[in-house]
């Protein structure tokens, strides 16, 4: 690995942030060995660190300096008016680093969306290969397998071939056989390898563990390590980039050149001699384009900065998961892991890779609405939709709405993503509860991610908006009212106790009323920001095309979260892998690239 830190230092390629998308690129185009590339990264390589790789100690890394960008919504009036907390990874890895692991994938649908908004190439078919590319699948035990009915095919786990190591869980519990086989009571169990975009029903997720040592295998350790050792791999670590540098050349246009960074204090500017990419996540990428002046002039002047190239999009169209949960007392006596100390789960963790700390449970549905609902039910969320329009005349604002509406209508399409866990709701002092989740996959709703200042060390005005569109509380609700059928469903009704506890108190979901009223009160995060630099037609509300390049700029793209223009259906990291992978192709292609294997 070459050094770094000299002023004069130049490189053909500069991508900002090693986090999940960054570690890909990195890896992908250093393959020709006549580019030269520097990574810079604002954290630390912690890969040692126990609680990055130990599964079972993940939540140490949320809300700690340390590991976490700590980022925070302003205040949200449709959720009576509560802050949520964003954490972001600032590490080698970034969020892939202190992320819970689930590899949930998009519809068919939900792409083949993105495409029609005007982005080709982006069409499920086209993109689909990419969710193989970036990992290998460690195939599940034959009891496994039977136990929890697993539909990923043996010929997309043999296919699997990339950096990313993803594995089913080594052993299944009561309640993860009992949430699959719940979902076969009600005719809803998945079938369908969820890498084939049609996913449907009630399923156990694969998550980035690796299946050998049972350790967190992120962006970093994947993607980066087996590439630091190349000569035309260059990295700086705790260096926080503050602009890009941006020059009008000859003919006209305006280019990205280089980045200034600072780190212990100094300032280093850095030439790239082919392209800048940001990929420093969802907050910090609208942050860093209106740093160097490219962004809506309203806001730039407001905060002195220059404007280089006016977008009023940058920043805006920020989407996430919102999930919503209910809580119900379990049987007595069902207490799996409650009489295991942690010294003994660090003992068998630390000893041989055993125990509760190699992994985390898993259990997913992929939950269509109409199957829960009986037919006046289905005529009335028609009504609803029909009530509600597109919120603006924007054309993207309509693309989204008839895709969200059409999707959410229909009963092959899932439109949240459920799952279970044993954290209450809410905070409780005795009582042992289980707890089913619904994360509305398709918000209608949008916010901003904008500077509050021209100081890069200041983070940036999040807000969400969640639940501004009326539909997405509609919606959403009526997924908290499918949970209460599911807890009624058999096996899982076993588990839980007759007439016992269910939390949050004194609201009984299957009351249109009150399930909106646990949304308001008690829905948070699902932790899938997304859009702040969509990938869409400049007039649909774009910031980069759909080669990932920053309209109205020379040499320079986005490629990480920001750029999604719509949620996929799941869990958003498959896809941000995905987007990196095939970003990495098409710069290749456009620079010349050479490519390995
Ligand atoms: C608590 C939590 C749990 C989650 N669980 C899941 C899950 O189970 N499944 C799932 O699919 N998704 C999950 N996600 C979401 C998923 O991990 C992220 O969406 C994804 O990793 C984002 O990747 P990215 O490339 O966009 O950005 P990141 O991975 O965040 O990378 C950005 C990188 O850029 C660096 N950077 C930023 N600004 C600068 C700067 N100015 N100078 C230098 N470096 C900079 C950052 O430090 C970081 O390393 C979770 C997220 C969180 C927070």
Redesign the pocket.
Known sequence: MGSTGDSSDEFDIII???????CVLVNRLSEDPNVSILL????EDQSADENVYTPGLCTAL?GNDQYD?RYTSEIEPGINGRQIL???????????S???????YPSAAGMDAWAELGNKGWDWKSIQPYFKKFQTIYPPTPEVKKDLHVAHNDETIAASHGPLKAAFPPTVRPLQKAWVDTFRTLGLENRSDPLEGHALGGHTSTCHISGDKYERSH?GVAFFNPVRERKNVHLVTG????KVELEKQQDGVLTATGVL?SKNGAEFQVKAKKEVIL????F??P??LELSGIGNPELLQKHGIEVKHANVNVGENLQDHIKAAISFEEIDGYEPGASVSSSEMRASYEKDRTGPWTWTAHSFAYMPLPPFLDAAGKEELSKVVEQHPPSSGSSFAKAQHDFICKTTLSPDQGTSTAFQSRRPVVPVKEGNYITLSCMLSYPLSTGSSHIQSSD?TTKPTIHFNYYNHPLDLEFHARHVQSLAKLAQTQPLASFLKPGGKTLPANLDPTNIDDAKEICKGFSTT?????GTAAMLPEAMGGVVDERLRVYGIGNLRVV???VVPIEPR?????T?YAV?EKAADLIKKDLGLKTSG
């Open positions: 900002v942030g090693a986090g999940t998308s960054g810079v990264e604002a954290g949320l960008w964003h954490p972001r990874g600032k590490i080698i890895g970034g969020t892939s202190i992320n819970s692991f689930a590899l949930i962006a260096a926080l980039v503050r960074y990929a420093s996540g969802v910090n990428t942050q860093l890069p699902n932790y899938h920001p997304c990480d979260a920001s799941g869990n958003i990291i498959t941000v990196a």
